[in-house]
């Protein structure tokens, strides 16, 4: 049973025009440690996005011309909010998705950083004033809020998805319509309650919960929608590409990653274990940042592999909301099935268990935090993501070498090595092709820095101050005539 000190807070309805509604077809929310039912959302469909858009529209001439001020200061008191109810935000968060409360507190926080965030860059949209080649001419540059925007979010970061694009999008002066996930909606209303408490005027923030198909192809194609920015696969985010290419949208691309860690044999073994639980195994390995592939130094292979081992038996699995536990449910029984998919393949071409590899007995989706040695490129957890809780050990001997098997994939999201020789520190980020390299550190998510990947792992940044640029556009002003 969910208890919460502020029950209001468990929004079963979806916040549309300003208007909390429900709807005689729903979507059932349920918990995924126990299969329990939390609540149903509403199934909405295009007509009632159009609904949302509309008011996206209407709300937009005022809320462009509130100061930046003004809208840093309701930016700010809705950071206030979302940390005052933390709590429940993140018993919410852990009933639905379910990750370890601690866990799920730490997002609250991180998710309530891009609001503090942007609630700050939202005063710093400069322009800039250009030399001009006519005497009589003056040139001023100015950047304008880029309009109606829309976001498409996952389930496995149900709040920090949601702010680290609401955030700068109203800091900017744009409006936002979002769909999270429907597995993870609760979290998303939530804080529509929280943001609307806190002066988010009505229409500039809309939340539906419904038919990704109906709601995704009218946000991507709708013409009022200028932007659209997406957290998930990349072979949905392939599909929005396409479709937003009708109307010329704005488009940011958060997709998969296939994450490549390296321990060198002059790495910190501790930290590097250390590195390595917390980049594999956060939120039970379902994040695109999750270490993939695990590349060790032969030299090291055999000490780092039983340390892993050794310290992933120490970890607690179990329902999120109990006392002490690290490794929650995975989302779904197919979240459950890629994870077997993987770890099946790997043995039948060679590979050893050398912790975990079953079903947890708890039964459902919870799954051991498992180590495999004696992986190579030839299986298909070298190439495709797991998300999960598995952690595949490659053998490698030569740096050239690992860089290459390392870059060997479409993907560029997120990397990790370990090494303390400066030389080597520098030459293997510059050869990674990725957009963040984690160095002695599995943990690089934060909010002032760029989050986002290059190749087939999107397009555009996320928080920092490159996070604000995809929700404006730039505009040109000549004043001529000027004696
Ligand atoms: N780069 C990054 O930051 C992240 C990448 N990911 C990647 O996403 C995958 C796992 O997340 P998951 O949520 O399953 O990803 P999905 O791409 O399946 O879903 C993400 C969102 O897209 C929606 N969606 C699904 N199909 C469509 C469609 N045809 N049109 C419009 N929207 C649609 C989903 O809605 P609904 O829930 O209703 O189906 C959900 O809200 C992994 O590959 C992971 O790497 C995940 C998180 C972050
Ligand atoms: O969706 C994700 O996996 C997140 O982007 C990962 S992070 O931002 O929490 O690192």
Redesign the pocket.
């Known amino acids: 049973m969910l208890t919460l000190d502020d029950p209001s807070l468990l929004r079963a309805q979806c916040l549309v025009a300003g208007e909390w509604i429900s709807a005689e077809r729903t979507i059932a929310v349920t918990n995924p440690a126990t299969d329990a039912l939390i609540a149903h959302v509403p199934r909405l469909d295009a007509a009632a996005t159009r609904r949302a858009i509309e008011a996206a529209e209407a709300a937009w001439p005022q809320w462009r011309r509130r100061t930046a001020h003004e809208r840093s200061a309701i930016l700010a008191r809705w950071h206030a909010l979302i940390l005052q109810n933390q709590e429940d935000l993140a018993r919410i968060m852990t009933a639905e998705q379910g990750k370890p409360l601690a866990e799920a507190r730490g997002e609250i926080a991180y998710a309530a950083s891009f609001i503090q965030w942007f609630a700050e860059e939202a005063k710093r949209v400069y322009g800039e004033t250009i030399p001009s080649p006519v005497a009589s001419q003056r040139i001023v540059v100015v950047r304008e809020p880029v309009g109606v925007c829309a976001a498409?979010?996952?389930?496995?970061?149900p709040a920090a998805?949601i702010t680290r694009k609401a955030g700068p999008a109203l800091a900017a002066g744009c409006t936002m319509v979002v769909?999270?996930?429907?597995?993870t909606p609760l979290t998303a209303l939530a804080l529509a309650v929280l943001a609307e408490r806190a002066g988010v005027p009505a229409g500039v923030l809309s939340v539906l919960t419904g038919?990704?198909?109906d709601?995704?192809?009218e946000?991507?194609t709708n013409p009022v929608v200028r932007k659209l920015s997406?957290?998930?696969?990349?072979?949905?985010?392939r599909?929005?590409m396409q479709q937003t290419a009708s109307t010329v949208k704005k488009v940011s691309m958060?997709?998969?990653?296939n994450a490549p860690f390296i321990v060198f044999d002059d790495a910190d073994l501790d930290a590097a274990v250390e590195g390595a639980l917390v980049s594999k195994f956060r939120n039970a390995g379902?994040?695109?940042?999750c270490a993939n592939r695990l590349y060790v130094h032969e030299g090291v292979h055999d000490v780092f592999a039983q340390k892993l081992a050794e310290a992933l038996r120490a970890l607690k699995v179990g329902p999120g909301d109990q006392e002490g536990v690290r490794i929650g449910p995975l989302i779904d029984e197919a979240a459950v099935r890629k994870v077997q998919e993987h770890l099946a393949d790997a043995v039948a071409k060679g590979a050893q268990v050398l912790s975990g590899g079953r079903r947890h007995p708890l039964g459902g989706s919870f799954f051991e935090p498992t180590v495999l040695t004696g992986v190579t490129q030839a299986m298909t957890v070298a190439r495709e993501?797991t998300?999960g809780p598995l952690a595949p050990l490659f053998r490698f001997s030569d740096e050239a070498e690992v860089v290459r098997m390392a870059n060997d994939t479409e993907f560029g999201?997120a990397s990790y090595f370990y090494a303390r020789d400066l030389g080597r520190v520098w030459r293997v980020a510059e050869q990674l092709e990725y957009g963040m390299v984690g160095v002695n550190t599995g943990l690089i998510s934060n909010e002032v820095a760029p989050?986002g990947?290059v190749k087939q792992?999107?397009l555009g940044r996320e928080g920092s101050r490159h996070g604000i640029e995809d929700y404006l556009v730039i505009k040109y002003i000549n004043m001529a005539g000027i004696a």
């Open positions: 498409i979010t996952p389930w496995n970061f998805m769909k999270p996930a429907s597995q038919s990704a198909g709601i995704g192809t946000l991507a997406f957290t998930g696969s990349t072979e949905v985010g599909l929005l958060e997709l998969g990653g379902q994040t695109c940042v993501e998300f999201l989050f990947g792992s999107g």
